[in-house]
């Protein structure tokens, strides 16, 4: 077994938010979704898994992952070919609803628990795609608004981009900042395709 591996499996077995889950209004028990392997080209590096991906044990396999795919430029066989992409969230398990039905933010404790773990075996990857305001505060230090952040994308890209969350909730963002679909998904898109290009 590899070193990954074992750290795959310590991750699945963690249980350290079960009464912080237990307390939420959807009083569920940690699910951890693991899908990283080393030495991949791109990384996706997410927020946390929602209801849906918490049931199916599956990243980003919602309607937010469907337009994360559309913006990438790639099918799921491809974002789902785990030679291809890790997707590294920074709470691996669905944190829950607030009794207003709110989304809860991740679990500060993954992050400080995992993932320096995780990306040392991940290593060095082409393109590290930064996906919502949680994600980006923790990869990069930056304390603006995700707009903000994300107006920087040149500064990054295209070894880096910082994405807003694809949720349907940002479809009002979306279209307040129409240079998004116009100047970053295009660059995106051909970064992820030279990277293809060269896997295959
Ligand atoms: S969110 Fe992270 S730290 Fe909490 S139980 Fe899940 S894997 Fe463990």
Redesign the pocket.
């Known amino acids: 077994m590899t070193d990954t591996s074992k750290l795959q499996n310590r ?1 699945a077995r ?5 009464d ?2 237990a307390a939420t209004a959807t009083q569920h028990r ?1 699910r ?1 979704v693991v899908w990283f392997r080393a030495k991949t080209p791109i990384l996706i590096a997410g927020q946390a898994p929602g209801m849906q991906v918490h049931q199916k044990g599956i990243p980003f396999h919602d309607r937010s992952g469907d337009r994360l795919r559309t913006w990438l430029g790639m099918d799921a066989a491809q974002f789902y070919d785990r030679d291809l992409v890790s997707i590294l969230p920074t ?3 669905f ?1 829950g609803y607030s009794a207003k039905g709110s989304d809860l933010p ?2 500060p ?2 992050w400080d ?2 993932h320096a773990d995780c990306l040392h075996d991940i290593g060095v990857v082409k393109l590290r795609v930064i996906v919502g305001g949680y994600a980006i505060r923790r990869h990069t230090g930056l304390r603006c608004s995700v707009t903000e952040a994300v107006r920087t994308w040149r500064k990054h890209a295209p070894e880096t981009f910082l994405l807003p969350h694809p949720s349907w909730r940002n479809t009002r963002w979306l279209k307040a900042n129409p240079w998004f679909d116009r100047d970053v998904v295009p660059a995106l898109q051909s970064r992820v395709k030279t990277i293809l290009t060269e896997a295959f």
Do not use: D, G, K, L
């Open positions: 991750i963690c249980r350290i938010c079960s912080r889950f940690p951890p709470s691996f398990c944190p991740p679990p404790i993954c628990t995992w």
